[in-house]
């Protein structure tokens, strides 16, 4: 009677208040009492006026999966997009919020008001509509949409809610400064051949070759147990929280340092090791060190981009190489010309394994100087 009361004396209020209540209600299960309220309005008038504005929600719900799938496809996150696809064709063909409630809603704490704006402006759509009604009980989906009438009504208000939720995500993202840093850094990580988690021991069989494993590098005790890494160029250190790219800057591809280059024109490895990335563009560098501290060398911000120009690569993938060994030349101005920014960041991409990893202080420095300390990991 309440509800009733609620929808005749004030429509929009009502259209409004019942999409922005569900999200909070349904996961708790606290929705199936409403649910009842439509059974008992359908089998007392044959009616239900309950059932459309909740549509404006589920569709609220629904947009904003399908930002977050976009997202996804972008950022190429493969188990967010796998994650965002299945939640969306339940939503969609079944009606079925939870799947994106439980699967992505409520593990991160923005989408919520982004969602939410959906809930509203697809309520007052309905409201100002006059509100939607049905004579049966359905899951509101896409199928669903011919038992409300108006149809026209409805079908406008749950496609704004849709559109408006999947645009906020869009537009604002559902995740923290962090959260995104570690899906840049998971994308930079495929652009480069490299993982930003430990690589497999090579004991395993999934890290096992097909053919018969070359003979391993021998590296003098020393090298074995140096846990030190040196500058890759002459310049200006600082400090890798500094760089311009988040993916680097908030430490989700490894803690390191970065340097600003000076008018040298080489890249050189800065530990004994093997080459385990060498980009054909030249822009990017893995190598594994002699005492089993994996390190990326990025040079310059977005470098991909310029295919190979201004780069001549000296090593290729399984190289071995000693500390000083020339990398690559660089031809820095043909970078600035570009537009692109020509700090270099060097940085740890199997922290777990070892314990603090300490960074130099920033300052002018020259090639051969140490510039990142690697601690043993304790037992």
Known sequence: GGLAWLNGHAPILFAIIIPIIYPFLVPLGLHWPLNALQL???????SDFIQGPMGAWNFACFGATAGVLFLSIRDRDTDMRQTAFGALAAGLFGGISEPSLYGIHLRFKRIYPLMLTGC??????????????TSTFVFTSLLTIPVFTPMAVYSLGVAA?????????????????????????KK???????????????????????????PAPAFSDEAKADLTLSAPMEGELIALSDVADEAFSAGALGPGIAVSPAAGAVVVAPCDGKVSVAFPTGHAYGIKSASGVQVLIHIGMDTVKLEGKGFTPHVAKGDVVRRGDVLAEVDWDVIREAGYDT???????????????????????????TVVTVAPKEA
């Open 40 to 46: 008992a309005n359908i089998a007392s008038t044959h």
């Open 120 to 133: 509203v402006v697809g309520g007052l759509v309905i409201g100002i509509g006059g509100g939607a009604t």
């Open 188 to 214: 930079e990580a495929a652009k480069v051949g490299v993982s930003a988690t430990p690589a497999p021991d090579a004991s395993t069989p999934a890290a096992a070759p097909a053919a018969e494993a070359a």
């Open 161 to 185: 809610a849709f559109i408006t939720a999947f645009l906020m995500v869009v537009l604002f993202d559902y995740r923290t400064k962090e959260q995104k840093a570690q899906a840049r850094a």
């Open 343 to 369: 700090i270099t960041p060097m940085v740890v991409t199997n922290k777990k394994k070892f314990g603090a990893i300490t960074p130099a202080a920033p300052g002018p420095v020259t090639i051969g100087q």
